[in-house]
């Protein structure tokens, strides 16, 4: 299944600022392999193997970017009905054992740059969207069910 177009405004700046870094690397990567290169048996070289394959690994990573920014949708605009869950909300939720716990739903591409992100493609997001507070969410998990009491919305 093909993830979620969407992005916050501040997850497509993390996405930019990713790119112009990567192309930065890749000047001096391309600089080290060529001069790698020059060194003669190739076969040999290590420190031309080793840029052969960290710039496989930034165009791999750049051709995915380039592909992928373009199909993206910032979603910039709080909703209409700030009650209820939706994309880019921030969520506080208590479980069974009474731990809090907050997550912010966001789209596939920005996870990574913070622990407390959940992808909106994922199980919990999912259950969560339309919901509001004192509603409660059930979620099967590999280990088991899980419940969730919504205690707060924020966006």
Do not use: C
Not at 24 to 41: C, F, H, M, N, T
Not at 44 to 72: F, H, S, T, V
């Amino acid at each position: 299944m093909k993830s979620s177009p969407y992005i916050t405004a501040g997850g497509m700046a993390i996405l930019s600022d990713e790119l112009e870094q990567i192309w930065a690397r890749r000047r001096d990567v391309v600089k080290a392999l060529s001069a790698a290169a020059a060194e003669g048996d190739r076969s040999e070289n290590a420190e031309y193997i080793y840029r052969k394959k960290e710039l496989r690994g930034l165009d791999r990573r750049i051709r995915y970017l380039q592909k992928r920014m373009p199909d993206l949708r910032v979603i910039s605009d709080t909703p209409d009905n700030i009650d209820a869950i939706f994309f880019a909300a921030w969520v506080t939720l208590e479980n069974e054992k009474g731990d809090e716990v907050e997550y912010r739903i966001v789209g596939p591409d920005e996870i990574d740059h913070q622990k407390e992100n959940i992808s909106l493609d994922s199980p919990l997001a999912k259950a969560l969207l339309g919901k509001q507070v004192d509603d409660e969410v059930s979620i099967t998990l590999e280990h088991g069910k899980v419940a969730y009491a919504v205690l707060a919305i924020r966006y």
